[in-house]
């Protein structure tokens, strides 16, 4: 029972324009989660993270959005670039951190 | 600058062959994890540690054990490597508020042929 989804396994946007990448879970007991970023041939790197307390946070051209009805948090990259191209997980905590499946982003310029 | 190390980074290595892929953080954190990924997938638990003399199996099945006699120290090892065994595995650790996540190496490409 996968309890983290990514269901896009990659997505491509022109650089400038918004990137958005999507997660799904289905333990409404998450008390936050995370977006790692990762590079061909290198580890996770942590990018943002948001409590479910809230339903927005913002870091620079980072914000993650969180719809606690729906079960459902998004990551907005604006604007693009090309060196955003990577693996994003989406990560949430039960005992040790649960990882999606990532999806690709290809920024191109 | 790395305060988690992972060596080798890549390996090649013939079947049945026995291999320990080494990991090392410098930050004094109690909890490492070793995680498993292949392409297009997700990363998953393999192995985790609490702390010396303390490891646990992780959601997924592994034929590879770890050990823990330092803090700093969290070794992987296959006695006998297989193909199925081909995958990046990457270790990491972390301490305090899980909020902050943890902080990967930089992982270790297994290749078994």
């Known amino acids: 029972d996968q309890q983290v989804k990514q269901n896009s396994p990659s997505l491509s946007v022109q650089e400038g324009r918004i990137s958005i990448l999507n997660c799904d879970y289905t333990?409404?007991?998450?008390?936050?989660f995370l977006w790692y970023k990762k590079y061909p041939a290198e580890g996770p790197t942590f990018l943002i993270s948001?409590?479910?307390?809230?339903d927005k946070n913002e870091d620079g051209r980072f914000t993650v959005f969180l719809n606690k009805s729906a079960k459902h948090l998004s990551l907005h990259i604006v604007p693009s670039q090309p060196g955003d191209s990577a693996v994003y997980f989406c990560?949430?905590?039960?005992?040790?951190?649960?990882f999606g499946q990532g999806t690709t982003l290809q920024v191109k310029p | 600058e790395a305060d988690i190390y992972q060596t080798p980074r890549y390996l090649v290595i013939g079947t049945g062959k026995k291999i320990t892929l080494e990991c090392s953080q410098t930050m004094g954190h109690d909890k490492m994890y070793w995680y498993q990924q292949d392409p297009g997938m997700e990363l998953h638990l393999i192995h985790y540690?609490?702390?010396?003399?303390?490891?646990e199996k992780g959601d997924l099945s592994s034929e590879s054990t770890v050990s823990r006699i330092r803090t700093e120290h969290f070794p992987l090892t296959l006695e006998s490597a297989r193909p199925s065994h081909t995958s990046q595995y990457l270790c990491a650790s972390s301490n305090g508020p899980m909020m902050n996540g943890y902080t990967f190496g930089s992982g270790t490409r297994l290749t078994v042929v």
């Open positions: 333990n409404s007991m998450f008390d936050y």
């Open positions: 990560a949430a905590p039960k005992g040790k951190l649960i």
């Open positions: 948001i409590s479910s307390i809230k």
């Open positions: 540690s609490y702390g010396v003399n303390s490891t």
